[in-house]
């Protein structure tokens, strides 16, 4: 059946009393267990819940209280939370991984007095910062190992209260009759969940969301991707980032699917292609460490094997994305395509834990063409979507058949987004959050007057598609002496989705124009030049070989093609570039320590450079400083040459961007 | 010293005594006259320089070498001489200084020959795999399954042990140790080779297993933090000889150890 809405229930636990009324003998939890999936019905849940919602007000837990819930993928953590809400508690998942000092600050942050935790790992954490959260007061755990020797005074097993909730319902009636009054009591604008960010831009903030609105975001996606409760999903992303939250909690609740929880964190992989999900999502960091890992097994491969897969991987290029987007295909290109599904895709897909996927989201950060489309070709529908943990993640999505790997989609059904004077990416969406816990001014800050979410990041809507991209964070866009939008991070990511292009510096904030530093990648031009029979004794020598410039031109000029395609971004091309005569290195302080570019003191470091790139010379010399690895300090002088490109007009509607 | 916020254990009576055991090699003393016990529930450490004879301990405790003179009394029982296999059936496990798997075979099958000892169903029907021998099978992993859980290797489970790094095989040999439920458990330098992250996580099971199955441990260790952090108890030999014997603190101080370990004018 389709779930139609959520039809009348307003809160988790009154869909939760749904789910075991007309999914009842349908799984709605899986978990790998001592090498075994167990499985639980949406009646059993129901009944597991019940007596842990009743053991927990037996420990004290009250209506619009916080509590804490810390651990990785596993039943007795959702089921607190189910648990929690039964209650009109409101729970708060914070990162398994997160260090004490982060534990503290959301733990005191939040107020809560109740933690639910997976095992002494997350208690011996607790316990070291109690002195900082003074309202704790009882830890409840799933894992018992270890913590036999502990004070059990404020610490009890979930099993144990799920036992004790039993017993209470099994000798009083009447304790039935409350449970259900305590679901009923529950209200549409009760807050559900306070999800903290990920404090990437300083301290982290809890971001509160209410049952109706995640219902009704939830009712809305699960409706655009069509789940039912006979899809299944891997529950293996941290509890407390919105996309575990939303995409398998809220949408296995409002659609009735089957979350199935890996037995660890390392094993998710392999539990991935037991369970075979039909609703996937994965980071594009992950997507691509997937592709690397076959790629290196197929390197090992037998010859015919190799050459099989080459070859069909070659056709799945040609065919395979239109194929999937129902596009026209010449019958050549459908018979090679099916041999192909025999051959390789299948089993591929069968080893990824693929086969069964019908609905595959990324995001996250921009995905190289390339990855998107491989996994496109060989028949996996994989879309994307943007969202933030302050809409209940999405704001837009790609639907199926409208797939662009540099888009992020039109906005989700009911979700109203504009683009702001600056570029900025406003919306309003069914499942907005209400406010930051306890933190009026920051509310104040990330909403407009009238009531859109400011997200900070830069897009604009693609003329051709009418899809949104996002281009950049809103405050490192700038603009161009003549106004043009100039989104660094955009264009540098065009070019570094080139295999040889390992780094890149775009320059042109209140300039005339843009300009790039580039690094090639020394393993692909390496082999390149290997190939071609060009000679080189060290990274400079390479990187100033004319026909290394040559190929590195013929890339520049194709991400100017693909600027130009897109009217905001055309006179954002680039008009000049070098090839930077040194790697750049965290070492030497010009990447920061998770490899990102840390433009203020390149501009610094290669002045001459960019002097010389925007007066026109032909080429520059500079001297830099390097460490070597041993610590040794050296100088590093050379020659650059500076290459000019030529403008490409501006496209009209034609084909789709690059 | 146990870890931090545990009490100690419960530690009874005496679970093996070595009574003025001697052992040569020709001329060679590898062990003269050494006596000392281990208590149930106890971790005991046997430290020393090398060459001090700790391995040659271990190996007359599970009855690899026969000692020439003295005593070993297991679980009240005197015996001079004790054979490895009754040493296994008698509740004895070991592991090796040099990891001593079998390599071609998975980390599962690796532990589940652990439980050999304990099949009982005849030839006839382990090869059928039917019957009482399925039964037993069934039941017999899923105590190899709880170890796998214990020792958190669900992910190499179906790996074979020869394509696992060091670290891992170590454990999994532990896993194999575990699942013959022994009642006395002897570890050859369990953390040799390995880092410190690895040598945290192998205290954590070893401490774990003490606790959580009550396994009695005897452990040779060269990383003197960890065998301060983890025996109850400390017996030092050099060159064969007992010099020590107590807690981890009085063994610290004591100045027959302290020489041994950084060597004195003689």
């Known amino acids: 059946m389709a779930p139609n809405a959520a039809a009348g229930a307003d809160t988790f636990p009154k869909l939760l009393v749904r789910n075991a009324q007309i999914f009842g003998a349908r799984p709605a939890m899986r978990h790998k267990d001592l090498g075994i999936w167990q499985t639980w019905t949406w009646a059993e849940t129901l009944d597991i819940v019940r007596a842990y919602a009743v053991g927990l007000h037996r420990l004290g837990l009250k209506r619009g209280e916080t509590i804490a819930i810390v651990g990785a993928n596993r039943p007795r953590l959702y089921w607190s939370v189910i648990a929690a809400q039964v209650l009109g508690a409101v729970p708060v998942p914070v990162y398994a991984d997160a260090v004490a000092e982060e534990l503290a600050y959301v733990l005191a942050h939040a107020d809560v007095r109740f933690a639910a935790v997976e095992d002494q790992e997350q208690v011996d954490k607790i316990l070291s910062v109690t002195e900082r959260v003074p309202k704790i007061e009882v830890m409840l755990y799933d894992e018992k190992r270890g913590l036999r020797d502990y004070d059990h005074s404020r610490l009890h097993s979930m099993e144990d209260v799920i036992e004790e909730g039993r017993k209470a319902l099994a000798s009083d009636p009447s304790v039935r009759a409350w449970f259900d009054g305590e679901i009923a009591a529950g209200k549409g604008t009760d807050p559900s969940i306070i999800l903290y960010t990920s404090g990437t831009t300083g301290v982290s903030k809890g971001v509160v969301l209410t049952n109706e609105r995640s219902i009704n975001a939830a009712a809305d996606t699960v409706a655009f991707d069509k789940l039912t409760e006979n899809d299944v999903a891997l529950a293996y992303l941290p509890l407390a980032w919105v996309g575990d939250h939303y995409l398998n909690y809220a949408q296995g609740m409002v659609s009735g699917f089957c979350m199935a929880c890996p037995e660890s964190a390392d094993t998710a992989m392999q539990d991935l292609r037991e369970i075979g999900p039909t609703f996937y999502f994965a980071p594009p960091r992950t997507l691509e460490l997937l592709l690397t890992r076959v790629m290196i097994r197929m390197e090992d491969a037998g010859y015919i094997k190799r050459k099989v897969f080459h070859y069909f991987i070659g056709v799945a290029r040609r065919y395979g994305e239109r194929i999937l987007n129902g596009q026209p295909v010449p019958l050549i290109g459908r018979v090679l395509y099916s041999i192909g599904s025999l051959l390789v895709y299948g089993p591929l897909k069968n080893v990824l834990g693929f086969s069964r996927v019908r609905v595959a989201y990324t995001a996250g950060e921009a995905i190289g063409p390339d990855l998107f489309n491989f996994y496109r070709s060989i028949g996996l529908n994989l879309k994307q979507l943007y969202g933030q943990t302050e809409a209940f993640l999405y704001v837009t999505a790609q639907p199926d058949g409208e797939i662009y790997s540099d888009t992020v989609g039109p906005a989700c059904p009911n979700v109203d987004i504009r683009i702001a004077e600056n570029g900025e990416v406003q919306f309003k969406s069914p499942g907005m959050f209400t406010g930051y816990f306890k933190d009026e001014d920051k509310t104040a800050e990330a909403m407009t007057p009238d009531g859109y979410v400011k997200t900070g990041d830069a897009g604009f809507f693609d003329e051709k598609t009418g899809h949104l991209k996002i281009i950049d964070r809103a405050k490192d866009v700038g603009r161009l002496n003549d106004g043009t939008l100039f989104p660094p991070k955009y264009i540098e990511n065009k070019l570094k989705f080139y295999p040889n292009i390992r780094e890149a510096v775009a320059l042109g904030d209140q300039r005339d124009f843009v300009t790039v530093m580039l690094n090639i990648d020394l393993t692909a031009v390496g082999s390149w030049a290997e190939r071609n029979n060009v000679v080189y004794g060290s990274y400079q020598e390479l990187a100033g070989h004319p026909l290394v410039y040559d190929m590195i031109e013929k890339h520049v000029a194709e991400v100017n093609r693909s600027l130009a395609a897109d009217r905001v971004m055309a006179g954002a091309q680039i008009k000049r570039f070098l090839i930077l005569h040194k790697e750049l290195d965290a070492d030497d302080g010009e990447l920061t320590r998770t490899q990102k570019v840390r433009r203020g003191f390149i501009a610094e470091r290669y002045a001459p450079l960019i002097k010389a790139l925007y007066d026109g010379s032909k080429e520059a010399d500079i001297s830099t400083e390097v460490t070597f690895e041993d610590g040794r300090k050296g100088v590093i002088s050379a020659r650059v040459k500076i290459r000019d490109m030529k403008s490409e007009p501006v496209a009209a509607a034609m084909g789709k961007a690059a | ?266």
């Open chain 2, 1 to 266: 010293m146990r870890a931090p916020g545990g009490p100690e254990v419960a530690v009874g009576d005496v679970l093996l005594a070595v009574e003025n055991v001697s052992l040569s090699f020709g001329g060679v003393k590898a062990v003269s006259d050494v006596s000392f016990d281990i208590r149930k529930g106890e971790i005991r450490a046997i430290i020393g320089p090398n060459g001090a004879g700790k391995t040659s301990m271990l190996n007359i405790i599970n009855g690899f070498y026969q000692p020439q003179q003295g005593r070993i009394t297991f679980k009240g029982e005197a015996r001079a001489k004790m054979r490895p296999h009754e040493a296994a059936t008698g509740g004895i496990a070991r592991t090796f200084q040099n990891v001593a798997l079998f390599r071609g075979m998975t980390a599962l099958d690796n532990i589940m020959a652990g439980r050999t000892l304990k099949m009982h169903s005849n030839f006839f029907w382990q090869l059928l795999r039917y019957g009482p021998a399925m039964r037993e099978e069934v039941e017999h992993r899923h105590r190899v399954e709880e170890i796998i859980d214990f020792l958190k290797i669900q992910e190499i489970r179906r790996v074979p042990v020869g394509r696992l790094p060091y670290g891992l095989q170590k454990r999994v040999e532990l896993g194999r140790a575990l699942a013959m439920e022994p009642e006395l458990l002897l570890l050859d330098e369990p953390m040799a080779g390995m880092n410190l992250e690895e040598k945290e996580d192998m205290s954590r099971f070893v401490l774990d297993a003490n606790d959580y199955y009550g396994t009695t441990i005897a452990l040779i260790e060269h990383d003197m933090g960890v065998v301060m952090d983890l025996s109850d108890r400390v017996v030092v030999l050099d060159h064969g000889i007992k010099i020590a014997d107590g807690t981890p603190e009085e063994v610290k101080g004591n100045q027959a150890v302290i020489d041994a370990y950084l060597g004195v004018a003689h």
